[in-house]
C-alpha cells in the first residue's frame, strides 16, 4: 500500500495531465443528482424521438360521443395469469345531467399485448411499420383503449401526450441552444475587448433586463399573427424569450474572460 501522500501525489499528477473532457466527467460521475437528471433527460428524448411507437392511436382522429372520457383501467391478471386486458365500454346516458357517459362492459374482455400491432406510420419518417408499444387484440386501439382518457374533441390524450413531448423537448432544446450560442460569443466579446464595444453590449444587456416580463408576454402574444396555430405561437414566443434570456449568461462570460 502507498502511503497518503503518495496517493496524494499521484492524484494530483492525474488531474494535471487530465483533459478538460476527462475534468468535467469525473465531477459529473460523483453528482448522482445530475446522473439521474440525466437519465430522465435521455428517456424524455427517446419518447420525442419514438413517439409514433409509444402512441397507440393518431393524436389528431376525434369522436365527439366520446369526449371527456376517464382513464380506463388496466386489468393485469387474468384468472391467475399475467394478460393484461381492458373491458369494452358501453355508451350511455346519464339520468341525471343527460350526459353521455362510458361504463365498463365486464362481459368483453379485450387483450393488451406488448409490441403489437397496430396503426401503421413511418417510423423516424422513413420506415414503414405498425409495431406499437401497446397494442389490442380484436379491435382497434383508438377505439377500445383509452390509457388518459379523452379531450372535449374525443382525441386520446396518451397518444397526444406521447406527441407532445416532441413540441416540448423541440422547443425547449433550440430555445437553450440560442441562449447558450448568444449568452457565450455576446459575454466572450465583451470580456475580451472592453472598451467601447463592452459598454454596448451591457447597455444593450441592461435595456433588455429592465423589460417587464409578463408585459412582454401579453404583447408578443397579440403581435403574433391570428391565423397561426398553437405549436407556431409557442415556438416563436420561446424563440423570442431566448433572444432576450441570454443576458445572464453574458454577464457570467464576460466576468470570466476579465479575470483570465
Known amino acids: 500500500l502507498l502511503p497518503a501522500s503518495a496517493t496524494g501525489a499521484l492524484a494530483e499528477d492525474r488531474i494535471a495531465v487530465a483533459t478538460q473532457w476527462q475534468l468535467m466527467w469525473w465531477r459529473f460521475r460523483k453528482h448522482k443528482l445530475a446522473i439521474g437528471g440525466t437519465v430522465v433527460l435521455v428517456a424524455f ?10 402512441a397507440y392511436a393518431d393524436p389528431l382522429e376525434s369522436e365527439a360521443q366520446r369526449s371527456l372520457m376517464a382513464p380506463q383501467q388496466i386489468h393485469w391478471f387474468d384468472e391467475g395469469r399475467f394478460r393484461p386486458y381492458v373491458y369494452g365500454l358501453t355508451g350511455t346516458r346519464d339520468h341525471v345531467t343527460f350526459k353521455r357517459i362510458y361504463v365498463p362492459d365486464t362481459s368483453r374482455k379485450i387483450p393488451i399485448t406488448f409490441f403489437g400491432r397496430g396503426e401503421p406510420y413511418q417510423l423516424l419518417g422513413f420506415i414503414p411499420t405498425d409495431r406499437h408499444l401497446i397494442a389490442v387484440e380484436g379491435a382497434k386501439a383508438s377505439e377500445s383503449l383509452f390509457l388518459l382518457g379523452t379531450d372535449m374533441q374525443g382525441r386520446d390524450l396518451w397518444s397526444r401526450l ?3 413531448t416532441r413540441t416540448s423537448m423541440t422547443i425547449g432544446l433550440v430555445s ?3 441562449s447558450l450560442v448568444l449568452g457565450v ?3 466572450g466579446i465583451s470580456g475580451y475587448f472592453g472598451g467601447v464595444i463592452d459598454t454596448v453590449i451591457q447597455r444593450i444587456i441592461e435595456i433588455l433586463r429592465s423589460i417587464p416580463t409578463i408585459p412582454l408576454w401579453m404583447g408578443l402574444a397579440a403581435s403574433l399573427p391570428a391565423d397561426w396555430d398553437v405549436v407556431k ?3 416563436a414566443i420561446t424563440v423570442i424569450i431566448s433572444l432576450i434570456g441570454w443576458t445572464e449568461l453574458a454577464r457570467v462570460v464576460r466576468g470570466r474572460f476579465i479575470s483570465l
Open 45 to 54: 428524448y427517446v419518447v420525442a424521438l419514438f413517439a409514433d411507437f409509444f
Open 162 to 164: 406521447m406527441f407532445a
Open 185 to 187: 460569443v455576446l459575454g
Open 233 to 235: 405561437v409557442y415556438f
Open 176 to 178: 437553450v441552444a440560442l
